[in-house]
């Protein structure tokens, strides 16, 4: 029965679904991977999530315009962001503390308004799936990858963009230095504060995104809580992914294939107990997590609040 | 550094003096409210999920409104509940609440708050608790326990997925492999391959109850692997669904009706009646006992009911087999051959 995991439809569907499930992790990973580097850790990233699925679908349902929807997600992701950086530069607060507020805080509004204003879980007519031309007709790779919907190919769109930003632009100079030594970024006039505020909200921004790709793109339902957790998985996935977008995009696929991959095990009967299989996502991840953390170096000023010296 | 420490142990204390404050009016010796003999019968609920998830919490928020409109309105019994009560630290301080607030009856709906009932219902002697699923009383003379032997509508399910798939694959999706979510899936299983003896069912754990997106990858990986007719339990399966429609997979629903979330694919769902357990609880109440006894829904009772989706059109022998092994589940004369 091993031996059937090697079949062409298994391979396939492994693939497919990995980088379907890779997508919400992606957007969330990338938005925090900014706000780590300028030295902010943002725990709030699944409430921010779950607050854009909610508006994503909300507007969806009631105008029909999923682009709206996004477009929404990402105005509430911004001022969740917003309000978090406010904390975290202004006020100085304890980060990984103020983060989960800000968790408890979307997950329960999102609940809440989940009750009011919709009281019971439908669905919504989400983004279709696009078969890019002549791509998508190529054997087997077509499949995996160019018969997606739009916001999967975003994500993976979004991956060289912020690698690109943040090692070639001065914008991304600024960020990593004021994530590394901002008493240094500040005497050179650049203004931690307003990168700090930049990158928060960035990644509430983007945050917002991945609660849309799963209510309107992949799922097409809202349904309270329904992040389950993934949020905090990818903040997990820009340590794994050492604060380098193509690192996290490694970590998300990995998580995501070997967790298609114990979908796959147990449908075809491999006799392994499902609570083993649906461990081993993340047995592996913390495995290489263990082995790649301690070769490299987290920003220096991470959870550091700022404050200038007079 | 310094002033930070002391501002941290001036928190600590007042949180301390706080909690101290907090606790004391639930002391044993004062939470002993007299049952109300005058006005309406008060249950207060607490559930793991939301009310509307169509699923495990929505089943026992309907039996209640339902008992409600028999009873007679609000004169006769009110209802309150505390939903998402995932974290069972704060369900246990909900339930602890509720009895000190003196309802008539006060139900854990979920079986990871068991512990916690055990140690708050015997400083409530004149409170009676419900919980469930399962069969297990604690021996205390105040608890009641109920569960559904969701096997048997499994079983019919089963029977008819079976009946009607064209590529002999099913796919059910499920949560974590225990309870009544394991039982609904082994009585499908069950019924599945003995209506089809080609039939082949496979069957997916994704180890949670709220992950919709690994569900709706579940319910994908079900359909790469041939199904055309899936089933699963729990609320995540909402995003199950979603995959199902969107393949034209049959799909069979269990707890509370799904049909409303699918209606073109949604061939039948097992619905929870727990009206019928409260009903007979509320009475049980009334003639002065608290609790020490055990309930389960299933067909005959009438606490489990297939309810048909009237939009689907179920070929007609299709539907007369499902009856029949309603009856013969009922009558005693099929066995679902799955036990705990």
């Known amino acids: 029965m091993i031996s059937d995991l090697f079949s062409m439809t298994v391979l396939v569907g492994i693939l497919a679904s990995g980088i379907r499930l890779a997508t919400p992790y992606l957007y969330a990973a990338i938005g925090e991977t900014f706000g780590q580097r300028s030295g902010v850790l943002n725990l709030g990233v699944e409430g921010q999530m779950l607050l854009g699925a909610f508006t994503a679908f909300y507007v969806a349902i009631q105008t029909g315009n999923l682009w709206l929807g996004v477009l929404s997600a990402m105005i509430v992701g911004a001022v969740m962001g917003l309000a978090m950086a406010f904390v975290t530069v202004n006020l100085q607060a304890v980060q990984g503390i103020s983060g989960i ?95 700090r505020y930049l990158t928060i909200i960035l990644g509430g ?106 | 550094m310094k002033k930070l420490r002391w501002i941290l142990i001036a928190l600590l204390v007042v949180g301390l003096l706080l909690s101290a404050c907090q606790a004391q009016p639930a002391g044993p010796e004062e939470e002993e409210p007299a049952p109300a003999e005058e006005g309406p019968f008060q249950v207060a609920v607490v559930m793991p999920s939301s009310i509307n998830d169509l699923a495990f919490s929505q089943s026992m928020y309907d039996a209640l409104v339902m008992i409600q409109e028999e009873m007679g309105g609000e004169e006769a019994m009110t209802f309150d509940y505390s939903d998402g009560m995932f974290v069972v630290d704060d369900a246990a301080a909900a339930i602890r609440d509720y009895a000190a607030e003196g309802y008539d009856l006060v139900i854990a709906h979920g079986s990871q708050y068991g512990s916690s009932l055990q140690e708050i219902a015997p400083d409530f002697p004149e409170t009676s608790f419900a919980w469930g699923t399962t069969v297990d009383t604690f021996g205390i003379d105040n608890i009641f326990a109920y569960e559904a032997a969701s096997d048997e509508g499994g079983y019919v399910n089963g029977v008819m997925a079976a009946s009607l798939t064209e590529s002999d694959v099913l796919g059910v999706v499920g949560p974590i492999e225990t ?141 007369d087999l499902a009856d029949e092994t309603i009856q013969g589940i009922i009558d005693g004369t099929i066995s679902t051959g799955v036990s705990e």
């Open chain 1, 205 to 310: 921004t983007l945050s917002g995104i991945a609660g849309a790709s799963l209510s309107i793109a992949l799922l097409n339902v809202f349904q309270q809580n329904m992040t389950s957790g993934l949020g905090f998985i990818a903040v997990a996935l820009v340590y794994f992914g050492a604060w380098r977008p193509f690192g996290v995009l490694g970590g998300a696929l990995l998580f995501s294939l070997v967790n298609s991959l114990q979908l796959w095990v147990q449908v075809l009967g491999i006799p392994i107990p499902s609570d083993i299989a649906v461990m081993m996502p993340y047995i592996l991840t913390i495995l290489v997590l263990v082995i790649s953390v301690s070769r490299v170096r987290a920003p220096s000023a991470l959870t550091k609040p700022f404050k200038r010296e007079e």
């Open chain 2, 179 to 319: 309870g009544d979510a394991k039982l609904y899936v082994d009585g499908f299983v069950a019924g599945a391959e003995a209506t089809n003896p080609d039939v082949q069912v496979n069957v997916n754990y994704i180890g949670s109850f709220s992950d919709v997106a690994l569900a709706s990858e579940a319910a994908n990986t079900h359909v790469a692997a041939g199904a055309d007719v899936m089933a699963g339990t729990a609320q995540m399966v909402v995003g199950a669904i979603g995959v199902a429609e969107e393949n034209d997979v049959l799909w069979f629903g269990t707890q509370a009706s799904q049909t409303s979330l699918a209606p073109d694919i949604v061939v039948a769902n097992q619905i929870y009646r727990w009206d019928v357990v409260l009903n007979e609880i509320i009475d049980l109440i009334g003639e002065g006992t608290l609790g020490g006894q055990s309930f389960t829904i299933n067909l005959a009772n009438g606490g489990e009911v297939i309810e048909y989706n009237p939009d689907f059109d179920l070929p007609e022998d299709v539907k």
């Open chain 1, 101 to 195: 507020g800000f968790y408890l805080f979307g997950l329960g509004l999102s609940d809440l308004l989940f009750q009011r204003v919709l009281g019971t879980v439908e669905t919504v007519k989400g983004f279709p799936k696009i078969n890019l031309p002549v791509l998508s007709d190529l054997p087997i790779v077509g499949e995996i990858f160019f018969q997606q919907n739009i916001l999967v190919y975003i994500a993976f769109a979004l991956v060289p963009l912020a690698w690109f930003v943040l090692k070639k632009t001065t914008l991304g100079l600024k960020i990593r230095a004021v994530g590394e030594n901002p008493e240094a970024a500040d005497s050179l006039g650049v203004s931690v504060a307003r990168i």
